[in-house]
C-alpha cells in the first residue's frame, strides 16, 4: 500500500512537471521557434503556448526588435592610392525568426562580415575627395547591397551610417593648406569685385554729372539765345519807332542814331587793350547835349508827334 502510495506520489508529480514544461510565455519583442526531434515546426509569437513536452523543444529566442551593430575601424585604400580609416554602424531589425535562425549560422558576425567587405569595396571604387564630401551616397550604396544581401536571412538593413573617415597626417596638412587657399582665392576676388563695382558706381556717378552738366549748358545756350532774341526784338521795335519818327519829319530821330554811335564809340576807345591814355578833342558838353537830344526825342515819342510845322532843337554837337 505503501509502495503504490509512493509511485502514485511520482506520478503525478511528474505529470505536473510535464505540464508546466510544455507551458511557454513569450515575452514580448521575441520571437521564439519551436524544434520536434530536431526539426523546426513552427514560431511562437509573444504570449501563452503549449508545446508538447519531451517531444517539442524551444529551438532559439530571437529579438525582433531594431539592434545596433558596431563596425569596427578599418583601413580602407582609396581609388587615387589614399589610405584611410573608416568605421561605421549597422542598424538592422529581424523580420522572420526561422529565417534568421535556420538559413545562417550566427547571424550578427554574417551581417558584420558582409558589412566590412562592401565598406571596402564602396569606399575603395571613390577618390578621396569624393569620399569625403560623399558620405550620404556612400551611406546609400551600402544599405542597398548589404539589405539586399541578407533579405534571404529575413533580417531587414534599416540604416547604415558611416562614423568617421580619418585620413593620413599628411594628406590632412595638403587639405588644410588647400583650403586656405581656396578662401584666400576667394578674398580676393570678392575685393576685386567690390573695386570692380565701386569704378563702376564712380564711373556712373561721373556720367550723370556730365549729362546733368551738359542739360545746364543746354539750358543756359537755350535761356541766352532767348534772351538775345528778346534784345534784337526790341533793338528792331526801337529802330522801327525811330524810322517812323524819321518818316514823319522828327529830327530828334537822327540826333538819337548820331548820340548812339557816339557814344558806343567812346565806350570801344575806354575798353581798348593797346593803349593806356589817348588823347582826344572831346568837348562834355556835346556829348551831354546828344543825350539831352536822345531824351527830349524819347518823351517826345512817349507824349504822342508834335504838330505840322513845328520844329526840334538840334544839340550842340561841337
Do not use: C
Request: proline letters at 4%; glycine letters at 8%.
Amino acid at each position: 500500500m505503501l509502495g503504490f502510495s509512493t509511485f502514485g506520489i511520482a506520478l503525478i508529480v511528474i505529470a505536473v512537471f510535464l505540464i508546466f514544461s510544455g507551458v511557454k510565455t513569450v515575452p514580448q519583442g521575441y520571437e521564439w521557434t519551436v524544434q520536434r526531434f530536431g526539426r523546426y515546426t513552427k514560431t511562437l509569437v509573444p504570449g501563452l503556448h503549449l508545446i508538447i513536452p519531451i517531444v517539442d523543444r524551444i529551438g532559439s529566442r530571437v529579438s525582433m526588435q531594431e539592434q545596433v551593430l558596431d563596425v569596427p575601424s578599418q583601413e580602407v585604400i582609396t581609388k587615387d592610392n589614399a589610405m584611410v580609416r573608416a568605421d561605421g554602424v549597422v542598424f538592422f531589425q529581424v523580420l522572420d525568426a526561422a529565417k534568421a535562425t535556420y538559413e545562417v549560422h550566427d547571424m550578427v558576425l554574417a551581417i558584420l562580415n558582409l558589412t566590412m567587405t562592401n565598406l571596402r569595396t564602396v569606399m575603395g571604387s571613390l577618390d578621396l575627395d569624393e569620399l569625403l564630401s560623399q558620405r550620404d551616397q556612400i551611406n546609400t550604396r551600402l544599405l542597398t547591397v548589404v539589405d539586399e544581401a541578407t533579405t534571404p536571412w529575413g533580417i531587414k538593413i534599416t540604416r547604415i551610417e558611416i562614423k568617421d573617415i580619418e585620413p593620413p597626417r599628411d594628406i590632412i596638412d595638403a587639405m588644410a593648406r588647400q583650403m586656405k587657399a581656396e578662401r584666400e582665392k576667394r578674398a580676393n576676388i570678392l575685393e576685386a569685385e567690390g573695386v570692380r563695382q565701386s569704378e563702376i558706381l564712380r564711373a556712373e556717378g561721373e556720367k550723370q554729372s556730365a549729362i546733368l552738366e551738359a542739360e545746364g549748358r543746354r539750358e543756359a545756350a537755350f535761356r541766352d539765345a532767348e534772351a538775345r532774341e528778346r534784345e534784337a526784338e526790341a533793338e528792331a521795335k526801337a529802330t522801327q519807332m525811330v524810322s517812323d519818327a524819321i518818316a514823319k519829319g522828327d529830327p530828334q530821330a537822327i540826333n538819337y542814331f548820331v548820340a548812339q554811335k557816339y557814344v558806343e564809340t567812346l565806350s570801344d576807345f575806354a575798353r581798348s587793350p593797346n593803349e593806356k591814355l589817348v588823347f582826344m578833342p572831346l568837348e562834355a558838353s556835346g556829348v551831354i547835349g546828344a543825350l539831352g537830344g536822345m531824351t527830349e526825342m524819347l518823351s517826345g515819342l512817349k507824349d504822342g508827334p508834335k504838330p505840322a510845322g513845328g520844329r526840334g532843337r538840334v544839340p550842340n554837337a561841337g
